[in-house]
């Protein structure tokens, strides 16, 4: 039974895609009729066809669900392989290796595994890497914990440094009070007495009070000039020990935002760096009218480079791409790594021609460059497309026709250049929630 509607349901399956093939071919029929073609070939049909969303699906689909004999491996070397490319993209450098060499023991495993098999390492690693990241909060959220106690210590010594003020402060007035008592007895029994020993005799005890009172005031003052050195000596201590983990702190915290906005691999800016200053052009562009410009590029034949090289050479190609994009460009150009094999760059007080001519530039420049593995040579050129920001743009959309004309650039035969004014003219004006698959 289950044999039968495994059957049942893949002739469904089959149906509804020859259903659907074949309403667009009727669709296409009547395009062509209504632009009074004459003689209608397979080409035309083909051509009309690439375009069409739902035939894109059913292939992309159909190419992800092929069997290897063995339905709990469709398409798992895929998955896997397209999980590290990600991990790759969000991991530090120093897990880079461990990445290629767990691809390419996918890439060349000709043995058959469940998927437990082909997607273990990759979340092996990714729990790796979170272990990573909980072992650095942790160690901050020590830094912090141990400056707010460096604080709360110095609140405590400055409480007890105030308290000792006031301290001070009526002991100096009880040492008033008393010279002032002393004093006044001194000037009673005076008055009352005529006998000239008499007087001399209180004249002597109550200086030698006074003296005494002095002698302790001077005692009580230094033990307590003496407890506040120290305690001076020991904020000191204490607030040169916060300055340096602050330091430290900040130093720590620097990083790891540095970390949040770069790209492992390549040592230039990442996805979220360009989303930041995509926001930060276009505010620029919306308030004073600044002409700036987006270049979106992508390496040509990147996958053959990975299959004939490897892809600790696809790494390196991507490496060599970013340094030959930081020589050749200016040094207020923003460069990123959009993902994969794609680079972005932003290019302030650039119009569209200008931003052409630098991509033109950049194009042969990257021809000319040697890059080779081993002594063999492995080709590196790029396919560039290049808008111009308006005012009514937001991040998604000048990047769309970036986008649309890196894929009439590819199109056109790779290695070359095209703006989104290319694309107008060409007729491939595309709404934006069209996809752009570009096949390497």
């Known amino acids: 039974m289950k044999d039968e509607f495994n059957l049942t349901e893949s002739e469904q399956d089959f149906e509804e895609k020859v259903s659907v093939i074949a309403d667009e071919v009727l669709s296409i029929l009547k395009e062509l ?3 009074n073609r004459q003689q209608i070939s397979s080409k035309h049909i083909s051509d009309k066809m690439k ?8 292939l992309t689909n159909n190419e992800m669900t092929k069997a290897d004999n063995d339905p709990d491996t469709v398409g ?4 896997s392989d397209a999980l590290l490319d990600k991990l790759k993209e969000l991991l530090p450098p120093s897990m880079t290796d461990k990445l290629n060499e767990l691809k390419d023991e996918i890439h060349n495993d000709t043995n058959n595994h469940g998927s437990r098999d082909w997607l273990d390492s990759p979340i092996n690693i990714i729990k790796k890497h979170i272990t990573s990241l909980s072992h650095r909060n942790k160690e901050l959220e020590e830094f912090m914990v ?3 106690q460096h604080l709360s210590d110095t609140e405590s010594h400055l409480a007890s440094e105030l308290s000792c003020h006031q301290d001070k402060f009526r002991d100096d007035r009880n040492f008033e009070d008393q010279i002032a008592k002393n004093m006044n007895i001194m000037s009673e029994d005076i008055t009352v007495t005529s006998n000239v020993s008499l007087i001399k005799s209180i004249l002597v005890t109550k200086i030698e009070n006074i003296n005494t009172h002095i002698t302790d005031k001077r005692d009580q003052d230094m033990s307590k000039l003496k407890d506040t050195e120290k305690t001076l000596e020991d904020m000191s201590a204490r607030l040169t020990e916060i300055k340096e983990e602050a330091d430290e702190l900040r130093k720590r915290s620097q990083e790891i935002e540095v970390e949040s906005i770069t790209d492992a691999l390549t ?3 990442n996805r979220k760096g360009y989303d930041d200053k995509m926001s930060e052009t276009l505010a620029h562009v ?3 009218g600044i002409k700036s410009s987006l270049i979106v590029c992508d390496i040509d034949f990147f996958k053959k480079i990975n299959d004939n090289f490897g892809h600790k050479v696809g790494d390196l190609a991507l490496i060599k791409l970013a340094t030959l994009l930081k020589d050749r460009l200016r040094t207020n150009d923003f460069i990123a790594r959009f993902g994969g094999e794609e680079f972005v760059v932003i290019l302030p007080h650039t119009d569209i021609e200008g931003a052409a001519k630098a991509g033109l530039g950049l194009r042969e420049y990257i021809d000319n460059a040697v890059f080779s593995y081993k002594g063999k040579e492995v080709p590196l050129t790029i396919s560039i497309g290049v808008s111009e920001f308006t005012k009514d743009d937001d991040n998604s959309s000048v990047f769309e026709r970036a986008d649309h004309a890196l894929y009439l650039a590819k199109k056109s035969g790779r290695n070359t250049v095209k703006t989104e004014n290319d694309v107008i003219n060409n007729g491939l004006v595309l709404n934006n929630a069209d996809s752009i698959p570009v096949s390497d």
């Open 267 to 269: 040592g230039i800016y």
């Open 76 to 79: 798992l070397k895929e998955i």
């Open 51 to 58: 375009w069409k969303a739902s035939v894109k699906n059913l």
């Open 146 to 148: 141990a400056a707010l």
């Open 33 to 35: 009729h209504q632009e």
């Open 286 to 288: 919306k308030r004073y």
